[in-house]
């Protein structure tokens, strides 16, 4: 392990021997009737690590459980308040017992039982007010680099993502990897055309199998949907397809061995390499299968990472709840307009004034910084996005995980 | 993938092949497009694969050119891969976009026909 000069790492210890590099208050709403309530609670504390997570479908959905439940049983988050309207299908019951089985401060308030908006709001300020002051002092243990999990996205992508900030990350990913760190890349909508490229990179053939089949799922599905994982700006950006934007995304992976396929909320059990489907199985159902950013950056959060690794090329400015979001901007001339939402300039690649190798390196020290005290940019302006909707999946299959 | 060339140390006039203006990017030998390092105005005049052409419109960063003269229906190879097809004939050093590109999976949406009717505005 190499973080010498770069601070030494603290985390909060929790029950399933995870450790956490934040200790965030998480208020989680159960239906969007909720959602004004949840929010209204956490206003005062919103500079004091307390975040609104949630979901706002009134019928039930497996996916949504689940992610809720790893999302409140993050590492990152020492207390929850669930806060219910009482008429939604939402199991409240089953969620608040996974995280208080963690031995994780849990409350839930019914609106419609609490009396309404007033009061529910007066009840959950209270609980929250005394969960902060225990996280305050709650101890921290020292946390190693092998501990981490690290996720990464890409969004506002342009012509200078897949040269500058993509492979810089992977850089920083190759570097995590070695050290024993788990981490996690995702988006299949976005390696089509890569699929064998990538299946050569499989611990096993068994599990290039899965990787390779993992992209034709997205593949069969964006072709039903009409649309490609493609937004507007990235023609902009001078992306002119779908396999163009895959082969500048894919370098994020870095180039280490590929070491196991992953669903959202299913935790890494061990350091390396893993690729995320967030593409439903099944027929086309609830539209599109990630309506934006967030929702990747939420499944990866799910997934247990400490921090999230987000290359734009356009600017995006999101943040995330729960987890950091380390923002590496591209493009040098986004950077130079929007430097104050960025908190790596990878374009100086591009000018000739950096390597990748060097700016890889900057990425990996900053991450490591976030467990020695250090905020993100997205932090420090207090950006919180969270978004989760209806979805879908089956289990992983034997191969997607296989022995070490 | 990572672009053969690599940028592992801060590029060098040396790593761009003279062949080619130093603000376009050649990320791999077998690629058919160039990249812009930098925005270049129209009218410049740039060497693409030995030859002088002057830039018909701006040329944006990140954006791709003809390395030379490409047909109808043949592969537009950048990093080395395949990302998609030419849907007309793009002589060398010409813009290539979605106007003269298409996806071969799925189609793509962008709105710069729009924009471009709105007086170009972002």
Redesign the interface.
């Known amino acids: 392990m190499n973080t010498q000069g770069i601070g030494t790492m603290r985390g909060y210890p929790r029950s399933d021997g995870r450790k956490g590099i934040r200790n965030v208050v998480a208020v989680g709403y159960l239906v969007e009737c909720a959602h004004h309530v949840a929010r209204e609670i956490a206003i005062p504390f919103r500079e004091h690590d307390v975040h609104v997570i949630g979901f706002p479908g009134c019928y039930p959905n497996d996916y949504a459980d689940r992610m809720m439940e790893r999302l409140c049983t993050h590492p990152n988050v020492g207390a929850v308040l669930l806060v219910s309207l009482g008429c939604e299908s939402f199991n409240k019951y089953a969620l608040e017992r996974a995280v208080r089985t963690t031995g994780r401060p849990i409350k839930t308030i019914v609106i419609q039982a609490a009396g309404g908006t007033r009061k529910s709001i007066e009840e959950g300020r209270a609980f929250i007010a005394e969960q902060r002051a225990l996280l305050d002092a709650a101890p921290t243990v020292p946390m190693d680099v092998s501990e981490l999990v690290i996720g990464t996205v890409c969004g506002g992508s342009?012509?200078?993502?897949?040269?500058?900030g993509n492979?810089a990350a992977?850089r920083a990913f190759d570097q995590f990897v070695e050290e024993g760190a788990a981490c996690i890349f995702e988006e299949t909508g976005e390696l089509?055309?890569?699929e064998h490229?990538m299946a050569a990179r499989a611990a096993t053939p068994a599990l290039g199998v899965e990787l390779e089949a993992s992209v034709a799922k997205a593949?069969r599905y964006?072709?039903t949907l009409?649309?490609?994982s493609?937004?507007?700006g990235?023609?902009?950006?001078?992306?002119?397809?779908?396999?163009?934007k895959s082969?500048?995304a894919?370098?994020k992976s870095g180039?280490s061995p590929i070491t196991g396929l992953i669903k959202p909320g299913d935790i890494p059990p061990r350091g390396g390499l893993y690729l995320l489907d967030v593409v439903p199985d099944g027929e086309v159902r609830f539209g599109f299968p990630n309506i934006n950013d967030n929702a990747e950056i939420a499944e990866l959060i799910a997934c247990g990472s400490h921090a999230v690794l987000f290359v734009t090329?356009r600017g995006s400015v999101v943040g995330s709840a729960i987890s950091p979001v380390v923002k590496i901007c591209a493009?040098?001339?986004t950077y130079r307009r929007m430097e104050d939402d960025m908190d790596v300039d990878a374009g100086r690649?591009?000018?000739?004034?950096?390597?990748?190798?060097e700016v890889g390196r900057e990425i990996h020290d900053l991450v490591v910084s976030l467990g020695a005290g250090e905020r993100t940019k997205s932090e420090q302006l207090g950006h919180q996005e969270f978004i989760l909707t209806y979805k879908s999946f089956e289990p992983i299959g034997p191969a997607c995980l296989p022995a070490a | 993938?990572?672009?053969e060339r690599?940028?592992?140390?801060?590029?060098?006039e040396e790593d761009v092949p003279a062949a080619n203006d130093p603000r376009l990017?050649l990320?791999n030998d077998g690629d058919n497009v160039l990249?812009?390092?930098?925005?270049i105005a129209e009218g410049e005049a740039l060497h693409v694969d030995g030859a002088e052409i002057r830039l018909a419109a701006p040329l944006?960063?990140?954006?791709?050119l003809a390395r030379r003269d490409i047909v109808p229906g043949e592969k537009?190879l950048?990093?080395g891969?395949?990302?998609?097809s030419a849907t007309a004939a793009i002589p060398r050093g010409a813009h290539?976009?979605?106007h003269n590109?298409?996806?071969?999976?799925?189609?793509?949406?962008?709105?710069?026909d729009e924009?471009a009717a709105a007086g170009g505005k972002?």
């Open positions: 342009d012509g200078t993502s897949g040269i500058t492979p992977g089509i055309g890569c490229i593949a964006y072709a009409g649309y490609g493609f937004a507007a990235n023609a902009d950006g001078g992306l002119s397809t779908i396999e163009e082969m500048g894919y370098a180039a090329g493009n040098p001339e690649i591009l000018e000739g004034k950096a390597g990748l190798a | 993938m990572e672009p690599g940028l592992e140390a801060p590029l060098q990017l990320l990249v812009a390092r930098t925005r944006s960063i990140g954006h791709k537009i950048k990093y891969a395949p990302i998609g290539v976009h979605v590109v298409k996806s071969d999976y799925t189609p793509t949406h962008h709105l710069l924009q972002a």
